[in-house]
C-alpha cells in the first residue's frame, strides 16, 4: 500500500500494482498523472521534512546548500549550513574572506574543493553579475563546481522556475512506479517522465516532495537504485585520499604551514603517496609552497 484514491466520499486504499496496472493500461495521461501527483503531495503533506536550508530563501542561501548537499547527508549539512550562513550571510562577504577562515567553517563536510568552488562562484557574482546570481541553467553550468543537475535545482529552489533534474531520491521514485521489475535503467528513460510528471504551478515545492518520498522509499525498499544503470558502489573513506585530503587541510588549518617531512610524519605516509596530494592540492588551488613550508592559500 502506498497511498489512496478517493472513489465517491471514500478513500480508497491504492497498492503500487495497481497504480503500475492503471499506468500500463493507459499511458501517461492526464489521469494518471494526476494520480502521481497527488501520491506524492499526499505523503509530503503528512510527512514532509524540515531543514534550515528550506526556510528564509534567497538565491544565496540555495547556492550554498546545493553545494553542500553535494555527496554530503542532509543532517550534516543543516548543522553546517547555520553555521555558515551565520558567518558568511551574503555574495559579498564570503568573496571578501580568506580561503582559510572558508575552509574552518567547512571543516566535517568533507571534498573541500566545494568550499574553494563557493567562494569563486563568490567572486564571480560580485565582479560579473553585480551581486545578483544568475537564474540561467547554461550560465550557472559555467561556474565551478556546477554541473547540469545542480544548476537545475538551484533555478527550482531559489527562482521556482521549472527545470529538468535527477538525483538519488528522484530517481528512485520512478523507478519504483514507472520501471516494475526492470534492471539498468538509464537516466536518459526517467528524464522524460520527470518532465512530463512535473508540477509546473509549483515546481520548488514538487521537487521536495519528490524528495521526501524517495527518501521514505530509501528506507521500504533500498535496492531501487542498484536497478539504475548508473548505481555504483561507495568506495570506503578510511585510508582515501579524500580523507588523507582532509586531515591535510585540517593540520594546515590548525599551524601556520607545515613541512612536508612533517606533514609526512603526522600521517605516516608514504613520501611518494603524499607528493601526488599535495601536488593535487596545489593545482586545484587549496595550498601554496612557501619557504619550504606548505601553507593554505590566503
Known sequence: MFGCIEIGKKQTPLLISDFQKLYKNEGLTSDVIKLFQNIIYDYYER??????FRKNLNPYRVLVSEIMLQQTQTNRVSEKYIEFINKFPDFQVLSESTLDDVLKIWQGLGYNRRAIALKKISEIVMKEYKGELPDSVEILKSFPQIGHNTASSIVTFAFNQPSIFIETNIR????????PGKDGIKDTQILPFVEQTMDIGNPREWYYALMDYGVMLKKT????????????????????NRQIRGKILKFLIEENGLLKSEICSKLKLEANKLDKILNQLMKEGFIKKEKNKITLVK
Open 172 to 179: 528512485r521514485i520512478y523507478i519504483y512506479f514507472f520501471f
Open 221 to 240: 525498499h533500498p535496492e531501487l537504485n542498484k536497478r539504475s544503470a548508473h548505481y555504483k558502489k561507495q568506495k570506503s573513506f578510511k585510508g582515501s
Open 47 to 52: 510527512n514532509r521534512r524540515e531543514f534550515p
